[in-house]
């Protein structure tokens, strides 16, 4: 059974940062596509970062320059760093991985709250 489960969200000043991580169990996070997402109240869930099998990174505008998306094969785990965060970047932020079959799985998502 697939497991995805992020960690790391909480409550920082503007211009703060912080660290999401999203480990998986039953699925290998060192050669799989991971995504991170978030969403906003009222708003659509959007993609944040993406790193590809082949270790490409994509970033969303928004973010470039601010956020980067790394992995950890011995931990299974992705990271989320997140600098200068903005209050802006408040949301609920999701993991999604894809296996070798193209099947995706979703963590329950971890809250981060960016104060003006």
């Known amino acids: 059974q697939v497991r995805v489960v992020e960690s790391g969200g909480g409550l920082v000043e503007a211009g703060g940062s912080l660290r999401l991580s999203c480990t998986g169990s039953g699925i290998s996070f060192s050669v799989n596509a991971i995504g991170w997402y978030r969403q906003a109240p009222g708003k659509l869930r959007e993609l944040v970062a993406f790193?590809?099998?082949?270790?490409?990174?994509t970033y969303a505008a928004f973010v470039k320059g601010r956020f980067t998306i790394s992995r950890d094969g011995a931990e299974n785990t992705v990271y989320l760093q997140m600098n200068g965060l903005k209050p802006e970047d408040t949301a609920v932020y999701y993991c999604?991985?894809?296996?070798?079959?193209?099947?995706?799985?979703w963590g329950q998502g971890t809250q981060v709250t960016v104060s003006s």
């Open positions: 999604n991985a894809e296996d070798g079959a193209a099947s995706h799985y």
């Open positions: 790193i590809s099998s082949t270790n490409t990174t």
